[in-house]
């Protein structure tokens, strides 16, 4: 299986180091939308798909004003998915299949760019979006991102066990190779993406963390400011800290056999999408 690395909405808030830990406090930080393009034997298979087209046309429409202005997310149409793929050389209707980790605007809302595609993700997650339990829930994601009416197609979190963790679940019509892992706590149904490329595993871990630091088994760390946000949004707080630990403990058992990701972290980004074009 051949993995493209694709970043599908770049946004540079304020907080310098605070947030990307890099030198500097008093400039912007960068962060990405880290989403995985999969070249399958029964077509392309997107996982997660950034921001969306009407993102690069009118961000606050589509994205709201409190995230525009938090976020500060760039309106580059190049950066979509769909012009990516384009730019890859495929016929973006060949994407028959999307697998998402959640239902976030910064996830989701580039499924509107392929509205022929099923969208798999878990029963949880998608009950948090139909029916959301407080106004906070109600309020985080973007319904008019799924006016279109996406093709769902949703799981139970129950499965195979997996290095460790406990439920996982094959995906209707997809190959083997590509698996859903719950990882509740930045949202109830939230879920890791799991692919076997053939010479390894890669674990997308969504927003179940945020900075490379915090799976370093030796040492854990997070800037300040990102370890506010992650608070901030996080919907089960015990189990968000617990992913933590397991994903540590996965990178330290068999970080020879799973590289683990997650969606915003810059570094990972350009540390894995420089290792698929070698």
């Given at each position: 299986?051949?993995?493209?690395?694709?970043?599908?909405?770049?946004?540079?808030?304020?907080?310098?180091?605070?947030v990307?830990?890099?030198?500097g406090?008093?400039r912007r930080?960068?962060?990405?939308?880290?989403c995985?393009?999969?070249?399958?034997?029964?077509?392309?298979v997107?996982v997660?798909?950034?921001m969306?087209t009407?993102a690069?046309?009118d961000?606050?429409?589509w994205?709201?004003?409190?995230?525009?202005?938090?976020?500060?997310?760039?309106?580059d149409?190049?950066?979509?998915?769909?012009a990516?793929?384009?730019?890859?050389?495929?016929?973006?209707?060949?994407?028959?299949?999307?697998?998402?980790?959640?239902?976030?605007?910064?996830?989701?809302?580039?499924l509107?760019?392929?509205?022929?595609?099923?969208v798999?993700?878990?029963?949880?997650?998608?009950?948090?979006?139909?029916?959301?339990r407080?106004a906070?829930?109600?309020?985080r994601?973007?319904?008019?991102?799924?006016?279109?009416?996406?093709?769902?197609?949703?799981?139970?979190d129950?499965?195979?066990p997996?290095?460790g963790f406990?439920?996982?679940r094959?995906?209707?019509?997809?190959?083997?190779?590509?698996l859903l892992?719950?990882?509740?706590?930045h949202t109830?149904?939230h879920?890791?993406i799991?692919v076997?490329?053939?010479?390894g595993?890669?674990?997308?871990?969504?927003?179940?963390?945020?900075f490379?630091g915090?799976?370093d088994?030796?040492?854990?760390?997070v800037?300040a400011?990102?370890k506010?946000f992650?608070g901030?949004?996080?919907?089960?707080?015990?189990a968000?800290?617990?992913?933590?630990?397991r994903?540590?403990?996965?990178?330290?058992?068999h970080?020879?056999?799973?590289t683990v990701?997650?969606?915003?972290?810059e570094?990972?980004?350009?540390?894995l999408s420089?290792?698929?074009?070698?």
């Open positions: 299986m051949r993995v493209h690395h694709l970043n599908c909405g770049t946004m540079r808030p304020l907080g310098g180091k605070l990307d830990g890099r030198p406090l008093f930080a960068t962060m990405v939308c880290h995985l393009l999969l070249e399958t034997d029964t077509g392309l997107l997660e798909t950034g969306g009407p690069a046309v961000r606050v429409a994205l709201g004003a409190g995230f525009v202005r938090q976020s500060n997310p760039l309106a149409p190049e950066q979509t998915a769909i990516q793929i384009r730019a890859l050389g495929f016929d973006p209707a060949d994407v028959r299949d999307i697998v998402l980790t959640h239902l976030d605007l910064d996830h989701a809302g580039g509107i760019d392929f509205p022929w595609a099923r798999h993700v878990y029963a949880e997650e998608l009950r948090a979006f139909t029916e959301p407080d906070a829930e109600r309020g994601y973007r319904r008019i991102q799924f006016a279109h009416g996406p093709q769902w197609t949703s799981y139970a129950t499965g195979e997996w290095f406990e439920a996982v094959q995906l209707d019509g997809l190959p083997p190779e590509i892992v719950p990882l509740a706590g109830r149904g879920a890791g799991a076997d490329t053939g010479s595993w890669l674990l997308n871990a969504g927003d179940s963390y945020f490379h915090q799976v088994p030796a040492a854990p760390h800037p400011g990102l506010w992650e901030r949004m996080e919907t089960v707080k015990g968000r800290l617990d992913n933590h630990r994903l540590r403990q996965l990178v330290q058992e970080g020879d056999e799973v990701f997650a969606a915003h972290d570094t990972e980004f350009r540390r420089t290792r698929s074009r070698v």
